[in-house]
């Protein structure tokens, strides 16, 4: 009998889901037919027998725990029992007498459905075994159990059952999951959780792990921020590996984030990025909470830190190799970063603080020391007028009156480097006539005796005719 290609894929394809969940019911806890299931908050009605004997007066009666199957407290008379408000303490045996005979024990119970499990694993290191849990909103009912199976994908045997725990500090079911030395780190396993009480049943959606997927450190500890001396920016950043990761197979690398104080929340700042916001943290601190990204040490300088303000710090880790997700941040720690003795000064009460003038201003007082006044004066120091502007600090006098010294000498120099160029320019222009050059002397031609008559007139000559005559020639027309 041939099978159609539709059919044929259908059916794979159901094998293919069979094989990868988990393939384990999960329904209510059969309930016996003695007892009655009552759910929280609700009313129940219990009744005693369909038909009661005329004139019978019929007893309800409780069983007390710890009495050993002693009946305890009476409830009321009749053939039914209205309970009102069910709790989870209600549950219990309820029985009707009639005097001395029983005629009927039920058992109650009070319960609601579970919650769907929303199972997540974790591996604390290379070497632990494997945490699954999930978070419940609600206490659980009495005789919840909640229970995990392991397996190899694919593979319809050999799966791993494991009961889980509630605790209800944590509000959350915890399941352990051993792993054998030498397992594959990159083998796929199905988790499959089923949680189910008297009230019912609830599985939750398989899930698909590898060991190095789950891989979760937990936060770094001893984390500590010191300041280094003569150093306003800087800060010195010293954690630990946690106690259970042991570092002489993996290392780990981590992450470090730190803001100023005003700043509320922190920001994940990625290296290209650095830059800019470190041009931003200089113009107000609250802009630009850092994140540093990544080191394999256990220390870490912060050469950026905001002058002296509190810091907060964090650190968390991951696997060297980055299988697996980040642990959890770290408890806070803070640090203020040095701060030169003076600047104390500014926070001291009398020397920092404004007080009211009689006139209804403001003045500031100022430490005398800083300006060479005598100490005989007031202990208080002396007291200036507060104007619009604020108050400069020595150190700013002397920056401002360092720069304007320095600003006049250099105009100074200017100007007398210019006026001396100016006045050797002058000179070559207006030198004295005869300095530098030989003296032009006019020589006329001699003339013959001439007759009161001439023969012939002489042209006048057109120009001067002039001789250039050096010194030697004029020695040797001297001699």
């Not at 978070?135 to 919840?144: A, D, F």
């Not at 780990?252 to 920001?267: D, I, K, S």
């Not at 003038?357 to 007031?378: A, I, Q, R, S, W």
Request: proline share 8%; aromatic share 8%.
């Amino acid at each position: 009998m041939a099978w159609p290609s539709g059919t044929l894929l259908l059916l794979l394809l159901r094998l293919l889901l069979h094989l990868s969940a988990g393939g384990r019911p999960c329904g209510p806890t059969r309930l016996s037919r003695d007892t009655v299931l009552g759910h929280l908050g609700a009313n129940i009605t219990l009744t005693c027998q369909d038909e009661v004997p005329a004139n019978a007066t019929v007893l309800w009666q409780v069983e007390e725990q710890g009495t050993a199957g002693g009946w305890g407290q009476q409830l009321a008379e009749g053939n039914t029992l209205l309970l009102r408000w069910l709790r989870y303490e209600d549950s219990g045996h309820y029985s009707c007498t009639v005097g001395s005979r029983l005629l009927r024990s039920l058992r109650l119970l009070v319960a609601e459905p579970p919650e769907t499990p929303q199972v997540s694993c974790y591996r604390r290191s290379h070497d632990k075994d494997v945490l699954c849990e999930w978070p419940q909103q609600e206490k659980p009912s009495p005789g919840t159990r909640a229970i995990l199976w392991v397996k190899q994908r694919f593979v319809a045997e050999n799966a791993t059952e494991q009961r889980c725990r509630y605790f209800s500090k944590a509000r959350k079911f915890v399941c352990r999951v051993k792993v054998p030395p030498g397992a594959d780190d990159t083998k796929h396993l199905v988790v499959s959780t089923c949680v189910s009480n008297s009230a019912g049943g609830s599985a939750g959606k398989d899930k698909i792990i590898t060991l190095s997927s789950i891989l979760k450190p937990d936060p770094p500890i001893n984390v500590t921020v010191e300041a280094l001396e003569k150093a306003p920016q800087r800060l010195q950043v010293n954690w630990s590996y946690p106690s259970s990761w042991d570092r002489r197979f993996y290392w780990l690398r981590f992450q470090v984030r730190y803001r100023p104080e005003p700043a509320p929340t922190f920001m994940e700042v990625r290296p290209c990025l650095l830059a800019c916001c470190l041009s931003l943290v200089r113009l107000s601190p609250a802009l630009c909470p850092l994140q540093v990204d990544q080191v394999t040490t256990t220390w870490l300088d912060i050469r950026d830190a905001w002058r002296g303000t509190r810091h907060v710090v964090q650190v968390r880790a991951k696997d060297e190799f980055g299988h697996g997700a980040w642990s959890e941040w770290s408890p806070e720690a803070v640090g203020t970063p040095w701060t030169e003795p003076w600047d104390l000064t500014s926070e001291m009460e009398p020397f920092s603080s404004q007080v009211p003038m009689e006139d209804g201003t403001y003045g500031v007082t100022l430490l005398p020391k800083l300006f060479g006044e005598d100490d005989t004066n007031d202990a208080g120091g002396s007291v200036m007028e507060s104007s619009t502007h604020p108050v400069a600090t020595p150190y700013a006098f002397l920056v401002t009156g360092g720069s304007l010294l320095l600003g006049i000498a250099l105009f100074v120099g200017i100007v007398v480097r210019y006026r001396q160029k100016w006045w050797t320019s002058g000179q070559k222009t207006a030198k004295p006539e005869g300095e530098g050059q030989h003296m032009l002397v006019p020589l006329g031609v001699p003339l013959p005796a001439l007759s009161d008559t001439p023969l012939l007139s002489h042209p006048a000559p057109s120009a001067p005719v002039m001789l250039h005559m050096t010194h030697t020639d004029i020695s040797s027309s001297g001699q």
